[in-house]
């Protein structure tokens, strides 16, 4: 196998021997770190790191950092990547003052891209969600989570579920496919909302199962969309076919969907933009990973998920693009450290945390990705000399990365 060597690292970030599942509270800001250090990788893992003064004279390919940082490379559990052209006529009826629910009701929204990738090949749907992986890697991001939801009829979802897949056999990052039949009701069902929902239960999720397309299943639980009981329905034909939950909630209104969620053990809850006292009771002690998505309150100018708060009342928090076509049409999370410390007043290493071991786990991947430690995969930022850690969030404007590095391999 090669080996790579990075040297003259300034500092070596997120740095474990033995590294924890995750960190919530005052822990959310605890970033280790070495200076002047050395990585090693053979393959695509990491093998050791240490001092320069004890880093190993030869090996395959050497990269000389000069100084800038290394940490690990960004994950991101909650993508939308997987979608047919774009929405910038709505992205204009925004500026024109129309709500979110005004623009769903006039046909545009979910129902909007349904439309239009359902006319889409499974081949040109596969080239544009590929164009969309690779921009993303070159911005860091190792780590994917990708979610159906705009088929909205059996063969779509089908359909994104198997671009999906060669998404995973054609690049180096690490993917997970999310089943999210549950996204909005088709025009065709809306006097029959009940038949949708067992077609998702009853056909969708057992077939994705069956074919191995699906790694968790969602459901937008909201007004107007679906309900925290549909949302339990859908949790529980998950469960029986051993696909654990990442759930839309919160986003608009607090229904009970995040205490709905943590008792039926869902790995995440996403957006929380809404956030009520018993939220946050929920969350206390669970395994439930609260996963804020910044950049659709930036692009739809709606309020932010109070992390702040979260950390500050002992929760974890992760952080996820939620990259697609009509409420957030971008996924470099450089830009998302900055929207949180600026906009939700998290620190810059909390942040840092919020992108690496916590989105990990909220992609239950934190046994092989989040860290600096031996024998965890080499997933690796390098990024061009930095006066400080608090650098990255502080100059938004700037593209901070030399070369990316994932599963072993250097792809800038």
Request: net charge negative; aromatic share 8%.
């Amino acid at each position: 196998m090669v080996s790579l060597l990075i040297t003259n690292i300034g500092r070596l970030g997120q740095v474990y021997s033995a590294p924890p599942t995750h960190k919530a509270g005052v822990d959310m800001a605890i970033w280790p770190e070495l200076e002047n250090a050395y990585l090693m990788i053979i393959g695509d893992e990491i093998v050791g790191y240490g001092p320069m003064a004890e880093a190993p004279e030869r090996a395959d390919k050497v990269i000389d950092a000069a100084g800038g940082y290394v940490f690990p490379a960004f994950c991101d559990p909650h993508t939308h990547i997987v979608f047919a052209g774009s929405r910038e006529r709505e992205f204009v009826d925004k500026i024109k003052g129309l709500s979110y629910a005004e623009i769903a009701a006039r046909g545009g929204g979910i129902v909007n891209s349904a439309a239009r990738l359902q006319q889409t090949s499974e081949e040109e749907l596969f080239e544009q969600a590929a164009t969309r992986v690779e921009e993303v890697m070159q911005a860091g991001t190792a780590a994917i989570e990708i979610k159906s939801g705009y088929g909205l009829t059996y063969a779509d979802e089908l359909k994104m579920l198997r671009v999906i897949r060669r998404l995973k056999e054609n690049y180096p990052a690490t993917i997970k496919a999310t089943l999210l039949g549950a996204h909005a009701l088709p025009l065709e069902y809306k006097n029959d909302r009940s038949a949708w929902l067992k077609l998702v239960t009853d056909r969708l999720i057992p077939e994705a199962a069956t074919e191995g397309l699906a790694d968790f299943i969602d459901v937008f639980c909201e007004q107007n969309y679906f309900t925290v009981a549909e949302m339990e329905a859908v949790m529980e034909a998950g469960a029986r076919y051993n696909l654990p939950a990442k759930l839309h909630v919160n986003q608009f209104t607090a229904l009970g969907g995040v205490a709905a969620a943590v008792k039926g053990g869902a790995v995440s809850v996403d957006h929380l933009e809404v956030m009520e006292e018993a939220d946050f009771e929920a969350l206390r002690g669970s395994n439930t990973m609260p996963t804020v998505l910044p950049s659709c309150s930036f692009y739809l100018s709606i309020p932010y998920a109070p992390a702040r708060r979260m950390i500050d009342s002992g929760l974890p928090v992760a952080l996820g693009s939620d990259y697609n076509p009509g409420s957030s049409p971008a996924g470099k999370i450089q830009f998302l450290l900055s929207l949180a410390c600026i906009q939700q007043r998290l620190l810059p290493e909390e942040a840092l945390n919020a992108a690496t071991l916590n989105a990990a786990r909220a992609m239950q991947i934190e046994d092989i990705l989040g860290t600096i430690t031996k024998k965890k995969k080499a997933n690796v930022i390098i990024t061009k000399r930095l006066p400080s850690w608090s650098f990255l969030p502080y100059a938004f404007g700037t593209d901070h990365i030399k070369h990316v590095i994932i599963a072993g391999k250097l792809i800038r």
